[in-house]
């Protein structure tokens, strides 16, 4: 999947705030194509089939570099959809996965983990801190079952609930809407040359308000406003129809028929 910069767009931007730092507009690209992918969910992404772990209940996304998680559309186990829920109702009903090692070091909890059947030939040091952040008690992963929902904690990480078992294989799969960090320089191309026209007018929108500038232009300010509304109410429209382009037509049907 190639990216493509933000600097790439900076002519077009440029154009409308003269003397504008190179530096200042690539920061408001930035800024309008993270709000953009929020407002859209354009950007969307499946993630590659992976193996849920026996007795892990907290995973980090598997995405690509430089993005972050604005929306967990769906979960699949084992082709059983999980449900989706709050942090608020997680903990209500399985309080059980904030355990004792929640929240420590991953060095500790690696030294505190079970032998037996889930020792270091199952749960491997560099999977381990890559994949989740801690690995609980026998006396809880004996209590393990079928998962059935996920919650998502954080823009990098998850978890799925109640823990997995040990007596079979539980295959995932995984729908995401991303957006840029707030410390990237690019982003997935696809996603923006179709998100072009919308990001710039996003960008000019606020540059155009910056005070003590020789640039600054309410008036066309409030044009960029408006266009940027439009174009990301399409754009979400678009998104929501399965990305469609086709054009609507309407047939008028012959009256007597």
Not at 20 to 25: G, L, S, W
Not at 109 to 136: I, K, M, Q, R
Not at 152 to 163: G, R, T
Not at 216 to 242: C, F, I, M, P, W
Request: proline content about 7%; charged content about 20%; hydrophobic content about 40%.
């Amino acid at each position: 999947m190639a990216d493509r910069t933000f600097a790439s767009l900076v002519p077009r931007v440029a154009a409308s705030v003269p003397g504008c730092p190179q530096p200042t507009i690539i920061q408001y690209i930035r800024d309008a194509a993270i709000r953009t992918c929020e407002r859209t969910l354009f950007w969307r992404y499946q993630v590659p089939l992976f193996n849920l772990l026996p007795g892990v209940s907290e995973y980090t996304y598997n995405k690509p570099t430089n993005t972050d998680v604005h929306v967990l559309f769906d979960a699949v186990v084992n082709n059983r959809p999980l449900e989706r829920l709050t942090m608020e109702k997680a903990i209500e009903l399985y309080p059980q996965w904030a355990d004792l090692y929640s929240g420590q070091d991953p060095s500790v909890v690696w030294s505190l983990t079970p032998s037996g059947s889930f020792n270091s030939f199952d749960y491997n040091e560099a999977l381990f801190n890559e994949n989740s952040a801690y690995v609980l008690p026998d006396s809880i992963v004996a209590d393990g079952t079928t998962p059935q929902a996920i919650t998502q904690v954080s823009p990098d990480k998850y978890i799925i609930l109640p823990l997995p078992d040990a007596q079979r294989t539980y295959e995932c799969r995984m729908f995401l809407a991303l957006k840029p960090k707030r410390n990237a320089t690019s982003m997935d191309e696809v996603t923006f040359d179709e998100l072009e026209e919308a990001i710039m007018h996003g960008a000019l929108q606020h540059l155009l308000v910056l005070p003590n500038t020789n640039w600054s232009d309410r008036e066309l300010a409030a044009y960029h406003a408006k266009q940027y509304v439009y174009q990301t109410s399409e754009r979400r429209a678009r998104a929501n129809l399965g990305n469609a382009r086709g054009m609507v037509r309407a047939r008028m049907q012959p009256f007597g028929v």
